[in-house]
């Protein structure tokens, strides 16, 4: 296996590129403070999505294979934030494709298995307690799928209680990259995800001119993303999803108001983590201007 690259950014190069100026300088709001900021060393991390084998040995292919991903998703941005072009459903399906990638690979998202699979792993120590509506109202709660929740309620019913309670502390004891329990396998969670934009509306968002889109290092809500969100593409479009109002899921394009641009901003701003990134200091003064407080 191939071990190499440590320079992880969750938010894709290319991505970050598209809000540089005509000079290729990008600049980044961090606390109160605008710098040029260069996309290599921006959104990214140590590491993230190196997994091991039962020898604990490290390997880049999960990194690897977004890599791929992201060749194919740059070229689909590309396309969309061409001025004037017009969307097919098969741009749609692969932009539901592209987000939900995103929507699963970011840092805070991959943190939450292992705290997930403890929860899970203590509400199985006490199957033998409830019955299965109990563990069922419980288990929805944790996040487990609603289909899988009789045949896990079943199987736990037949493990002595105390075999699940020996389980349940070698599983505290896990490391979060252990093979066992890997963080990166919330990355399985695209398909899923995918499923529920495939069936929003979505449009394509014109800056009005003379303004900017800004992006934030979460570009994403990290909840609820079913009851609409949006996000920029590029410093001059921006997708928003809506839930579907009929049986045909749309894609169509237009201009946004000076009202959604600014919402658009002000909500990257909100959810980012620890920089905003835009074409020009104007932007991100104008930003500061809008929330007129410091968050970072």
């Keep these: 296996m191939s071990f190499e690259k440590t320079n992880h950014h969750y938010v894709p190069q290319f991505w970050q590129k598209k809000f540089r100026d005509d000079k290729n300088t990008l600049y980044g709001l961090k606390g109160s403070k605008i710098d040029v900021v260069s996309p290599k060393n921006e ?12 020898h604990w040995n490290p390997s880049d292919e999960i990194e690897n294979g977004l890599g791929k991903q992201e060749t194919k998703i740059a070229a689909l941005y590309t396309k969309l934030i061409t001025g004037g072009y017009q969307p097919t459903p098969i741009d749609r399906d692969e932009l539901c494709s592209a987000l939900a990638l995103q929507a699963c690979r970011h840092p805070d998202i991959l943190g939450r298995v292992p705290k997930k699979a403890i929860e899970l792993g203590e509400l199985l120590t006490q199957v033998h307690d409830l019955d299965f509506e109990e563990f069922k109202i419980k288990a929805i709660t944790i ?3 609603a289909s899988e929740i009789d045949s896990i309620y079943k199987e736990a019913q037949a493990v002595p209680k105390d075999n699940l ?46 303004l900017e889109y800004v992006l934030g290092d979460t570009p994403l809500p990290q909840t609820d993303l079913s009851q609409g969100f949006s996000v920029p593409l590029s410093k001059l479009v921006a997708v928003k999803a809506q839930p579907s109002t009929s049986p045909q ?19 990257q701003w909100e959810n980012a983590l620890e920089i905003v990134i835009a074409s020009s200091k104007v932007t991100l003064e104008a930003l500061q201007n809008q929330v007129k407080f410091q968050k970072f």
């Design 143 to 145: 996040g487990v799928d």
């Design 43 to 54: 959104m990214r991390g140590d590491w993230i999505y190196t997994v091991f084998d039962n």
């Design 249 to 267: 899921n749309t894609i169509i394009r237009r201009q946004a108001s000076q009202q959604e641009l600014e919402e658009i901003n002000k909500a």
């Design 165 to 210: 309670l020996k389980e349940f502390k070698i599983l505290e004891g896990l490391s979060p990259q252990d093979p066992q329990l890997p963080v990166q396998d919330a990355l399985k969670a695209k398909e899923n995800i995918c499923r529920s934009l495939l069936n929003m509306d979505l449009t394509l968002l014109d800056a009005p001119q003379g």
